[in-house]
């Protein structure tokens, strides 16, 4: 089924996330301006910022090397260079001279950390979040399976998958279709609780798709994954940020409430 888990539950109030509403950056006249910086997406309350850029998957080889290349390994390939604003369409090589190769099979994932990294992520965060803390779990309103209509199944036996799973997921549908939403002036999201550990509640399902904003109760640290992104922004205290930037798996940069995040921001390459 789409959208099914018993590692999280819906919330039907969305009042925990009021601070995070309120903390965003408001909506700017200026269009040059609007959208355009961290402070959009995190709110301007933490002490320290961190980019982790999602990795680029790599298929070229036939399997016989790693799944995931680093953003530092493209750009050092293409002659560009890696900074807090860089935009990976800058660095990707997409506009060099016609038959030149290109070490990767697909561009970062927008809106999702892949596995891998969430789950590196997440013991990350685990170090600064006492076990028994509740977290909340924002999730985009908009991904294909959340409503009626909006995913179907394909393949073999199809037709039957739909019908054994109808009864349950019209009900989700339905529930889906009844909570309220964190409403910001970017996004809204639908709104689930549990322990850190169901950060990967619909990563480990076939949606596949990972948390747009997540923070523990106590508001230590916040993730905020962009749908329309290829990075995610983590803000936290020094020592967790700092964590997040010397994790090894993760490819993590240092950033701040004012960095651009447009791809105009990237004037470097």
């Known amino acids: 089924m789409w959208f099914y888990t018993k590692k999280i539950d819906l919330s039907f109030d969305v009042s925990p996330a009021d601070w995070f509403v309120s903390g965003l950056r408001p909506r700017s006249p200026d269009p040059e301006e609007n959208l355009q910086r961290v402070a959009y ?60 190769h290109m070490p990767w099979g697909n561009n970062p994932q927008e809106g ?26 924002g999730l985009w309103e908009g991904w294909g399976g959340l409503s009626k209509g909006s995913a179907v199944h394909m393949g073999r036996n199809a037709t039957q998958r739909t019908a054994a799973e109808a009864p349950v997921q019209e009900t989700l549908y339905d529930q889906y279709a009844m909570a309220p939403r964190i409403e910001t002036s970017i996004r809204n ?3 689930f609780s549990g322990a850190l550990s169901g950060a990967d509640a619909f990563v480990e399902t076939r949606d ?21 992104f290829r990075s995610t922004y983590v803000g936290g205290s020094k020592e967790c940020i700092e964590a997040i930037l010397n994790d090894p798996v993760l490819e993590a940069l240092p950033a701040t409430a004012e960095d651009r995040i447009g791809l105009s921001s990237d004037t470097v390459n």
């Open 208 to 228: 596949n798709q990972s948390m747009s904003i997540w923070w523990p109760d106590n508001r230590s640290w916040l993730v905020s994954t962009e749908i329309d």
């Open 41 to 100: 997406l995190v709110p301007d309350v933490f002490e320290s910022y961190a980019r982790i850029l999602h990795p680029v998957s790599d298929r070229t080889d036939g399997g016989g090397g790693p799944p995931f290349l680093t953003w530092e390994l493209v750009a050092t390939k293409n002659g560009k260079k890696i900074h807090p604003e860089v935009q990976f369409e800058r660095i990707d090589g997409i506009y060099r001279a016609p038959g030149d």
């Open 189 to 191: 999201y639908i709104l």
């Open 112 to 137: 999702s950390l892949v596995r891998e990294h969430l789950k590196a992520l997440m013991r990350v965060l685990a170090q600064f979040t006492p076990a028994d803390e509740l977290c909340w779990f």
